[in-house]
């Protein structure tokens, strides 16, 4: 394919506000009989009935969050949904409605809003939520993205972080680690573009890792494939700060300790060859990396048997007592203090 060197670039301040709004939103649907209410009018309006409603949201900035100069703007509005469907699943509940708003500097053209809404509109339908509504404005520098969840679920289907008991077993989804990896790959190839621009990368040996950072997926499936072995968890968190960080939250909000036993932690083929390359631990990587989008949980340990052998989870430890501490149980049978060692958006520090 022809690359157009001389792509349209429509100024934003041609649509004004309101006209704006009006070009982004129009891709948009109704889904949900909750959503009385969308764009174009002060507020959205919703209703649950009996349902009861969870409300998330996150705030992603340029040059924190994520680099434009390997993230394509289609992706980046696809992920600035899902981390927030992500912390819906998290209670275990269902995402229904999603708001969006931005802010953006004039060095971008309408086409690149475009994109981001193109991303924005694939991930609304991949999750079945609703956008109904947001903002738009002006940015000195950069982009900036926020959007807020909604969902709902019965009462007696959420799930905290304050449930977990002593005994229970900790779980978690898919495997982990693979973001931090694919984001280190990238930055690797951005700094060789920067030296040579003319040179072509091959990351077909990353592809993996490089989807679970550019097009990670919340695990929306989670809540059902619980349901249908009859288990409810007793605490719940997604991975979005690094596996030891949602421990911990967990941990100290329940008032257990924790065993997390290194040679139960999932991780994937590609990830362990990429940190022998990078040469960093594996360990380390996995339970401090961040961005995996998975859930961790506790269940009773009664629930053992309908868990075991299942491809979709992993035991990874068991709770104690508050007392006992939060430890990592290495190979070697040795035990570590586990420190939150994850991102850290106020200080912007791994």
């Known amino acids: 394919m022809i690359e157009d060197k001389t792509p349209q670039r ?14 982004l939103t129009k891709n948009f649907t109704i889904n949900h009989p909750s ?10 309006v919703l209703d649950f009935g009996d349902k009861k409603v969870v409300v998330s949201t996150d705030l ?3 040059g924190v969050h994520f680099d434009l100069a390997y993230m394509p703007l289609k992706h980046l509005g696809y992920k600035s949904v899902v981390v927030n469907v992500s912390d819906i699943c998290a209670m275990n509940a269902k995402a229904t409605q999603i708001t969006v708003s931005v802010a953006v500097s ?6 690149a809003l475009d994109e981001l809404f193109a991303g924005i509109t694939i991930a609304a339908k991949e999750y079945n939520v609703d956008v109904i509504g947001g903002d738009t404005t002006s940015s000195q520098k950069g982009l900036i993205i926020s959007i807020t969840a909604i969902g709902e679920a019965d009462a007696d289907e959420l799930v905290y972080r304050n449930g977990a008991k002593q005994t229970d077993l900790l779980v978690v989804s898919g495997d982990i680690g693979a973001a931090y990896m694919g984001l280190q790959v990238l930055e690797r190839e951005k700094q060789v573009f920067q030296v040579n621009p003319n040179s072509q990368p091959d990351l077909d040996m990353y592809s993996y890792l490089i989807e679970r950072q550019l097009k990670p997926e919340a695990r929306k499936d989670i809540r059902t494939l619980l349901h249908a072995i009859e288990i409810k968890p007793t605490s719940m968190i997604d991975i979005s700060d690094g596996l030891s960080s949602e421990i911990i939250h967990i941990c100290k909000q329940s008032e257990v300790g924790c065993n997390l036993y290194e040679d139960k932690l999932p991780i994937d083929p ?3 060859s990429t940190c022998e390359e990078f040469n960093i631990d594996a360990t380390t990587v996995a339970i401090n990396g961040g961005e995996d989008y998975e859930l961790l949980f506790t269940i009773a340990m009664d629930d053992f048997d309908k868990i075991k052998g299942n491809p979709n989870f992993t035991i990874i430890g068991h ?9 990592l149980i290495t190979r070697a049978n040795t035990k570590i203090p586990l420190k939150a060692r994850g991102w850290d958006a106020i200080s912007n520090e791994e």
Do not use: C, V, W, Y
């Open 319 to 327: 709770m104690t007592h508050e007392s006992e501490g939060i430890h």
């Open 106 to 111: 004039n060095r971008f053209p309408l086409e």
């Open 35 to 44: 959503t009385l209410k969308g764009i174009g009018d002060d507020a959205a």
């Open 60 to 62: 992603l900035i340029e």
């Open 10 to 23: 429509t100024s934003i301040a041609q649509l004004g506000e309101f006209g704006l709004i009006d070009h």
């Open 270 to 272: 590609q990830f362990i």
